[in-house]
């Protein structure tokens, strides 16, 4: 006789397959169709249009200066990331808790008002910026600017990354370091930067990924000066204004590009950081 | 090499962790320091080390103030609580860590911090161990690889910050076993902290029993146990029986319940403490004790029988211990319910407010009775 199966709740089969039908119907509709879309319409007039349009001396510019920000948002958040996790997890101090809900602002805050905000401060007639200029240093409407905005609006991805993980290592390893006489480089190199490595790449990532794709904030203080400031995504926006829709969608499929590139990245990443879990957690099962 | 910890004063805060404290900690000797959770045991090692830094007061090593030297100039062994290894690296990597920061003028070759590893694991007798990785091993040898490594740069001073606190029973005792051993054979200092009365007893030299951020005793486990010199300390150092009352002349009464004391002291409101094996059990009562007791449970396991009784015809906060042989448990054969009576060979004697005991005997003469004995 067959025994009857214990039912879990949701465990109904007529439930449980509308539910996943519900999901794989959202996630083309919403995800892989525009993916797909983006591709079909970049390639729409033939391979050979498609790197004519990459190839425009605007769309190249616009590439270079797309990387330049990156390259340097990337490391000034990954030193200001570790340095911040490293003071809020490391030490007490009065004001440590405003400091880790502060780190949240760029995300609470729409990029388009961060735009704003630094416009206001930075601009030539800001309160900093007026003095700027008398001095001839123009920070708005040029790339140092848009590298600002980006800094600004990415800056919380590798310390978010980093603080509940440093939290929960704590900090014995560190002092077993220093009393076998580690100086701060040895100990951050050998002990805190192999423990923290992949919750770092993995804040890397999603900074990298965020500061090439910013649109907003970057939009206010670019001025959208065609070969000088324009960004990649502010040059689809152009490029689409101008009914050169191919010719968007060329651009934006480079976009599209290292978004994939990315989740490639990432899952790597969190696979790497589940098996160097892996271990630990069976550790914890009494033995 | 000596340590004097001299007036060490430490605030977290508003909260005084370390109050004047003061004790001198003779070369190679294996110091305990007992004491409950937050009574700045702790704190204390981690200011001998150098990993907190006191608020007043002095350290010195071998009678040279360290007090303003870094952690990593003072050159000590330190075994974590939770063994604080590298995780990511092996057991082997772990143990040359000391030597591998070294500064490469005073770095030995590669062959020869190779080899001192080997030495070292073979002495925690985990030499088939060198490849794994912390995760991959028990307590009980991450603890020997933890002690390995703080022993690497061959250390005169090894803290140890409750050593054995994590780990199963049987793997304590063996560890402790090792450790006294270890001990003799290397002859450093070391200073332990537990909260573990028997391990402190059992593995100390000395024992300094703290409570609330001062040191109430320092004594060798022996005379700490026999001749506890406060309240706190007596309470702390295991099962303790107490009997409240009110002296008039020489006889301290409380209900149904008196003792006769061997000399009259002066306040009338007393306590008189006694230890498990301090009491006698009699099925009458003795001349110069009446204590009746009903016995609640009976305990066999282990090297003696230990009955708790409580008080018939008077009160007590907690119910009584006392332990017999096994050999009397067998001719008395006691039964839960059954009544006795207690019969102290050494007390102590508390005032209510006071905090110093005094110690009282009586004598064999006075007390036998061979008919009521058991």
Redesign the interface.
């Known amino acids: 006789m067959q025994q009857r199966r214990t039912m879990r709740a949701g465990d109904q089969p007529l439930v449980k397959w509308t539910l996943i039908g519900l999901a794989i119907i959202t996630t083309l509709l919403m995800l892989v169709i525009p993916l797909v879309l983006i591709f079909d319409m970049a390639f729409s007039a033939g391979v050979g249009n498609y790197w004519d349009n990459l190839s425009n001396q605007y769309t190249r510019h616009a590439i270079g200066l797309t990387l330049l920000v990156a390259a340097l948002t990337v490391p000034i958040n990954l030193v200001f990331g570790v340095f911040l996790a490293w003071l809020v997890t490391r030490f007490e101090f009065p004001g440590r808790k405003v400091l880790i809900t502060l780190i949240d602002i760029p995300f609470a805050v729409s990029p388009v008002v961060a735009g704003l905000l630094y416009l206001l401060l930075y601009g030539s007639n800001g309160w900093i910026g007026s003095w700027l200029t008398e001095n001839d240093v123009q920070l708005m409407f040029s790339w140092p600017g848009i590298v600002m905005v980006t800094v600004f609006v990415t800056c919380p991805f590798v310390a978010r990354e980093l603080i509940p993980l440093m939290q929960q290592q704590g900090g014995?390893?560190e002092?077993?370091?220093?009393?076998?006489?580690?100086?701060g480089w040895?100990l951050f190199r050998?002990?805190t930067l192999?423990?923290i490595q992949w919750a770092l790449l993995y804040g890397v990532v999603l900074t990298n990924a965020r500061a090439v794709g910013e649109f907003g904030a970057v939009s206010v203080v670019s001025g959208n000066i065609r070969g000088e400031t324009n960004t990649l995504s502010l040059h689809v926006e152009l490029l689409y204004q101008d009914y050169n829709v191919v010719g968007a969608f060329a651009a934006a499929s480079l976009l599209a590009g290292i978004a994939l590139i990315t989740i490639v990245v990432k899952s790597f990443v969190e696979w790497r950081q589940a098996r160097q879990r892996a271990?630990?957690d069976?550790?914890s099962d009494g033995? | 090499m000596s340590i004097s910890i001299e007036g060490i004063t430490k605030n977290f805060g508003s909260f005084q962790a370390l109050k004047n404290i003061s004790l001198e900690i003779p070369d190679g000797q294996l110091v305990g320091l007992l004491g409950p959770s937050g009574s700045g045991k702790t704190t204390l090692l981690r200011i001998i080390?150098g990993?907190e830094s006191a608020d007043e007061g002095r350290i010195l090593f071998h009678g040279e103030d360290v007090t303003r030297l870094h952690?990593?100039e003072r050159?000590?062994?330190?075994v974590?609580q939770?063994y604080?290894?590298?995780?990511?690296m092996t057991v082997a990597q772990n143990v040359a860590?000391?030597l591998d920061?070294?500064p490469s003028r005073e770095r030995p070759p590669a062959a020869e911090i190779h080899k001192r590893v080997q030495m070292l694991l073979e002495m925690v007798q985990l030499g088939h161990l060198a490849d794994r990785?912390p995760?991959?091993l028990?307590?009980g040898q991450k603890q020997r690889i933890a002690l390995a490594?703080?022993l690497?740069?061959k250390p005169q001073i090894l803290l140890l910050d409750e050593p054995f606190g994590a780990l199963d029973a049987k793997v304590r005792k063996d560890l402790r076993r090792w450790l006294r051993t270890l001990h003799e054979e290397f002859h450093f200092t070391s200073v332990f902290v537990t909260h573990d009365q028997e391990e402190a007893l059992e593995l100390s030299d000395q024992v300094a029993v703290m409570s609330a951020g001062k040191i109430e005793q320092v004594d060798t486990p022996q005379k700490l146990y026999a001749q506890p010199s406060s309240r706190f300390v007596f309470d702390f150092l295991g099962q303790v029986n107490v009997f409240r009352g009110e002296r008039s002349d020489s006889t301290l009464r409380q209900g149904d319940a008196w003792v006769r004391l061997p000399d009259a002291a002066g306040a009338t409101s007393l306590q008189l403490y006694m230890r498990s094996h301090e009491v006698r059990l009699q099925t009458t009562p003795a001349a110069h004790a009446h204590l009746p007791l009903r016995i609640e449970s009976v305990s066999l396991v282990g090297a003696e029988v230990r009955l708790e009784l409580s008080p018939v015809g008077w009160a007590s906060d907690e119910p009584w211990e006392v332990g017999i042989t096994h050999a009397q448990f067998n001719t008395w054969q006691p039964q839960r319910g059954d009544q006795c009576f207690a019969v102290p060979q050494v007390a102590h004697l508390i005032e209510v407010d006071a905090h110093t005991p005094h110690t009282l005997r009586w004598e064999a003469g006075e007390m036998d009775d061979p008919a009521a004995m058991i």
């Open positions: 014995e390893e002092e077993a370091g220093v009393v076998l006489g580690a100086n040895q050998r002990i192999p423990n271990p630990l069976e550790l033995r | 080390a990993l952690v990593r050159r000590v062994g330190f974590f939770h604080a290894l590298f995780r990511h860590f000391g920061v070294l990785y995760a991959q028990s307590g490594r703080a690497s740069m």
